[in-house]
């Protein structure tokens, strides 16, 4: 067996194999080659964006926080200025009802006062007025009522009833 090459078929074989690999580069290579170009852009510009996104979001974090920190400082701030204004509505208003309790107590005393001397007007009017009916009886003279009185009250301002 004589190995033989055939010029024209090897030749032909040539041409057809480079008809079909421009063919193929014109329709296939090359919108292969295009297509996998668009998508490595796309993921080059992907991987962009999420680092990007990743350096806002870390940002947003710490601002996040920092607003987080200073809301709880500024809560704690405003409850201890109302916790303050509740104490120091507290203590007046202790201090306005231990006053009136104070003027409740002055009137009352006051009120007790006027009652013990109008009770002590009252008891002198009746010792008065049984002293004279008694003093009357007993004289069984009349002498009038005004000198009676007079005299009975001298008495009374003698004895500091």
Do not use: C
């Amino acid at each position: 067996m004589e190995l033989s090459i055939d010029w024209g078929r090897l030749i032909l074989t040539i041409i057809n194999f480079m008809i079909l690999y421009f063919v193929l580069r014109h329709f296939l290579f090359k919108p292969v080659s295009n297509l996998i170009t668009t998508r490595q852009n796309e993921i080059d510009s992907d991987i962009k964006n999420a680092e990007d996104n990743k350096v806002k979001a870390e940002q947003l974090r710490i601002e996040s926080e920092t607003n987080l920190r200073d809301s709880r400082d500024k809560g704690r701030s405003i409850v201890e200025d109302y916790k303050k204004k509740a104490e120091s509505l507290f203590d007046e208003i202790k201090s306005d009802a231990g006053k009136e309790a104070q003027e409740v107590m002055e009137r009352a005393r006051k009120e007790a006062e006027r009652e013990k001397e109008m009770a002590q007007a009252e008891v002198k009017e009746q010792i008065v007025s049984l002293a004279v009916l008694l003093s009357s009886r007993a004289l069984e003279k009349s002498i009038d009522e005004e000198e009676h009185r007079r005299l009975i009250n001298d008495f009374i301002a003698k004895v500091g009833i």
